[in-house]
């Protein structure tokens, strides 16, 4: 082969290998450049952050997040700092609305409660709080006992259900939820009521000894009981509430009115003169009754 004809063929082989390599590369950096996907900058927690934390600016970071933004994300600081955390944030973990309380509301026990309803407490002892299991997010019953009023006594000291599927809000000073549902001694409970339940409870714990029933979170079937007294208990009876007394019947009274006894004027006497010569003397006679 002609020793210019190699040089030429090595030339072109050469320059169109480079045109190759560099044809390659820059396709290849437009598609990965088209397919790399878009980041958002969105607010991240810093560090693991229990429920009941209030934010501030050491505790949440600003990162990239790419793929879908999760709903209700929230994209700045100045929307956190301040707010209380309502459930559980994971170091790394972007901050969603969700999971924060209003603005305002600050921390603690106080923002765990929803609109509209209440926290009472409520004093217990090993036995009343079950042994310790009474913890934040379990659920319970309340039965009182005591002597009804208006009840003749005779059946003793009565049971009975208060209030059904109560949440148990906090156990002493500890309100976040334990998933290992293990026992707390406590001296007081709060349980989170609506008002008129709270009303009823507070009067209950005055007047009456309470009870804490432990229940399955998932059983929110209200159970109808009659209660149980002390006298029905080897009888295999259930008690039952003692009737309300009968409304007084009211009968309207007839008004009759007085009558007026008008007294009759006795008629005149009878003058009669009696001439006697000279004399003259007047007699009165009485008139007759049936005149």
Do not use: C, H
């Not at 900058?41 to 209030?54: E, K």
């Not at 934010?55 to 956190?80: F, M, Q």
């Not at 109808?224 to 009737?243: D, I």
């Amino acid at each position: 082969m002609n020793q210019r004809l190699l040089s030429v063929l090595t030339f072109a082989f050469v320059v169109s290998a480079g045109a190759s390599f560099l044809l390659y590369r820059l396709i290849a950096s437009r598609v990965s450049a088209s397919a790399k996907p878009a980041t958002v900058q969105v607010i991240l927690a810093a560090r693991n952050l229990d429920l009941g934390t209030l934010l501030r600016d050491a505790d949440i970071k600003t990162g990239d997040w790419s793929g879908p933004l999760p709903l209700g994300a929230v994209l700045k600081k100045e929307d956190v700092v301040g707010r209380g955390v309502m459930a559980t944030i994971y170091a790394n973990e972007p901050l969603l609305e969700s999971r924060l309380a209003p603005k305002g509301a600050g921390a603690g026990l106080a923002m765990l409660i929803p609109s509209g309803m209440r926290a009472v407490a409520v004093r217990v002892n090993e036995v009343v709080g079950v042994a310790g299991f009474v913890v934040p997010g379990m659920r319970v019953d309340i039965l009182i006992s005591g002597n009804p009023p208006g009840s003749s006594g005779s059946v003793g000291t009565v049971t009975k259900t208060l209030l059904q599927n109560i949440e148990v809000l906090s156990a002493g000073q500890n309100y976040q939820k334990d998933s290992e549902g293990k026992p707390v001694q406590v001296q007081v409970v709060n349980v989170l009521v609506t008002p008129e339940q709270a009303e009823t409870l507070s009067l209950a714990s005055n007047e009456t000894r309470i009870q804490l029933v432990l229940r399955n979170p998932l059983d929110t079937e209200v159970s109808k009981t009659n209660g149980t007294a002390m006298g029905n208990l080897f009888a295999g009876g259930s008690w039952k509430a003692p009737e309300a007394p009968k409304a007084p019947r009211i009968v309207q009274a007839k008004v009759i009115a007085p009558q007026v006894i008008r007294e009759k004027t006795p008629p005149p006497p009878i003058m009669v003169e009696v001439i006697n010569g000279a004399k003259r003397v007047d007699t009165k006679f009485a008139p007759e009754a049936n005149q």
